[in-house]
């Protein structure tokens, strides 16, 4: 986890999910993504000088002397934070809205069955990140790019997949944003105070979406079983 995403919410509507009532600034625009796939521009916020900003960044990340690898798309809560690894983008925090996101599991038929996750409550997502992010005076970099942050599965969402992201609540996301959080803190929001599995519901959804190439609101539709 977490390997596919949708993001078909509007900018605004996301944004209003944080209760950030200051003005912010929108480079991403509305865009609605049913099958969002690593290494693809993924919107996501960001605070730079008290001001949020919205970005469309490439979902994945390394840094520069790991050029014999693939760039990862999430980071493991145990160690983001000690690792050699993500260090130079530790302090870059950001938050990727979602409205689902989808796993594949091997239910013995001809393949993996997947399943859509969300909120029971139908508000957005808010998934930490941490990342290489665009600069509000120079733009985007050619080696920009983010990865979500996971963590153990618990309760029930273990059988779908052992691995979710960190989601927050809007308090906590905006704690999470603050350049002002110290580092210390940032690491313990993620270790401790993450939504528990409770506040998620999942279902099966149709094999189409195995397939990038698809997009459309049919492909969160639940199916019988």
Known sequence: MCGRLTQYRGIHDFVAALSMPNAWVDNAGDQARYNVAPSTPVALLHLEQDVLHADR???????????DRAAPINARVEKVAQ?????????????VPVDNWFEWVDEGGPKKQPYLIRRRDGA??????????PDADEGAGEHDGFVIITA???GGMVDIHDRRPV???PALAREWLDPATPLARAEQLLLFQGEPSEVFEWFKVGTAVGNTRNDGPGLIEPVAG
Do not use: K, Y
């Open 83 to 95: 690792g050699a690894f993500f260090r130079a983008i530790w302090p870059h925090r950001a938050i």
């Open 57 to 67: 960044v490439r979902w994945g990340w390394r840094p520069h002397w790991a050029r």
């Open 167 to 169: 989601v927050l609540n």
């Open 152 to 154: 153990d599965s618990a």
């Open 124 to 133: 957005p997502v808010l998934c930490a990140a941490i990342g290489q992010l």
